[in-house]
């Protein structure tokens, strides 16, 4: 049996980062960026106006107030997309809205509500002037040209992870595609005659394949492309039909044959047809994990996950191992999860040597984490693996963490921590 970390540095150390290609920005959005984007432009593209008012020169108004108002003359109106033709003469102003293009000359924009336009409207009196309230300095409401990008700028880096700003700001540049690190797509087995398709009755003996629905949803939120590929039994010479038709996919995952059981035949195939790198880890649950390569008829060898069959365990399985597998054929850097220590509220003995994963509810009170355990841990209640936020994580060498001691635990979801 070997540790968690060996057990995970092989995995790594065996899948790569995956080619680049061209995506519409819109289905690039927590995919990471394979090349590096420089501005084609300025953006703004032109100084503009920050505000709805009147663009004028800032010396016209200098030590105007309510109580001494200055009035200019207004020569036109800008709206947002005109391109002004007209020029800030002293003494003149000009009408503008938000996001117009500044006239040239004028220097400042005066907000409506720092002008008479209101009282102008209610006492019919002239539009072709306006009253200034107050002094403002040069440059105020106004956007300068380039103020959020300058051309030729360095937008965004190789490497990073869009989030839906990046996708604002690829926008922003005029850019429709861009290129992105490509998807992995993860073929994924289950195995078992006990084992029936969710579409189907269910006989006495059998239970629904649960697994394949909780993998496939893990790659998803993951970053890859999950392909279920059925129900294999276990059966030798069918398992081979199935998984070779698998190979087509970036990895493979497996669940169920794995163990030291009669029916469990996934580690012959896995022998016959590639090779295994290992077989049991250091863990509860999730003991019995097969990893090695598959070779398909062209020779190429493709990276097989041979999880357990029990559903807590192959979902856990899946969060150690496969997940920092797919972020790195994602080229994602980010493959360790952000832990935490909490509190236990349960106690927790381990009796043989194993690093625990317990499923846990964490909480936030008086400004410290509490982790407390779900219910009952079997690794067949996939329920407690619904209701948990988090893997409270038990060293092997601890033989017990006694309730009130602090704890590691590796969180599934943020979102669930409540004060």
Not at 92 to 117: C, K, L, Q, W, Y
Not at 183 to 188: A, K, L, Q, S, T
């Amino acid at each position: 049996m070997i540790s968690v970390e060996e057990a995970l540095a092989k995995i790594l150390n065996t899948v790569h980062t995956l080619g680049d290609e061209p995506q519409p920005i819109l289905d690039c959005l927590g995919r990471v960026l394979a090349e590096d984007v420089h501005s084609p432009l300025d953006v703004p593209p032109h100084d503009n106006s920050a505000m709805d008012g009147y663009a004028v020169q800032a010396e016209d108004i200098k030590g105007t107030s309510v109580n001494k108002p200055k009035v200019l003359a207004v020569i036109g109106e800008v709206a947002a997309g005109d391109v002004p033709k007209m020029k800030v003469k002293p003494g003149t102003a000009v009408r503008i809205m938000t996001g117009a293009f500044i006239p040239d000359e004028a220097n400042v924009v005066v907000p409506f509500e720092d002008t008479d336009e209101v009282e102008r409207k209610q006492h019919a009196m002239s539009q072709r002037e306006i009253g200034i309230c107050a002094s403002l300095q040069v440059g105020c409401n106004i956007r300068q040209k380039g103020e959020d990008i300058a051309k030729g700028r360095l937008v965004l880096q190789k490497g990073k992870l869009l989030d839906p700003a990046d996708i604002g700001v690829l926008a922003s540049l005029g850019k429709s595609s861009i290129l992105v690190t490509r998807r992995p797509v993860v073929g994924i087995l289950a195995t078992g005659n006990e084992v029936v398709e969710v579409n189907q009755p269910l006989p006495d003996g059998k239970i629904y394949n649960s697994n394949s629905y909780s993998l496939a949803a893990q790659v998803v939120c993951y970053g890859g492309i999950a392909r279920l590929l059925g129900v294999a039994p276990d059966d030798i010479e069918q398992l081979t039909v199935a998984i070779r038709a698998g190979l087509e996919c970036d990895i493979l995952l497996t669940s169920g044959g794995v163990s030291l059981g009669d029916y469990d035949v996934v580690k012959q195939v896995l022998a016959a047809e590639g090779k295994i790198d290992f077989w049991t880890v250091r863990m509860k649950p999730g003991k019995p994990l097969a990893f090695g390569l598959f070779k398909r008829s062209d020779g190429k060898e493709v990276p097989h996950l041979g999880l357990p069959g029990n559903p807590v365990s192959s979902m856990i399985t899946f969060e150690v191992f496969a997940r920092p597998a797919i972020f790195k054929m994602v080229g994602r850097n980010d493959s360790v999860k952000s832990n935490i220590t909490a509190v236990l509220e349960n106690s927790i003995r381990n009796s043989d040597g194993r690093r625990i994963f317990a499923r846990v509810v964490v909480t936030k009170r008086n400004n410290d984490y509490v982790a407390k355990l779900t219910g009952p841990q079997g690794s067949g209640i996939l329920t407690s693996m619904a209701k948990a936020n988090g893997l409270a994580i038990i060293p092997e060498d601890a033989t017990e963490v006694k309730s009130g001691e602090r704890v590691e635990v590796m969180m599934l979801d943020w979102d669930c921590i409540r004060s």
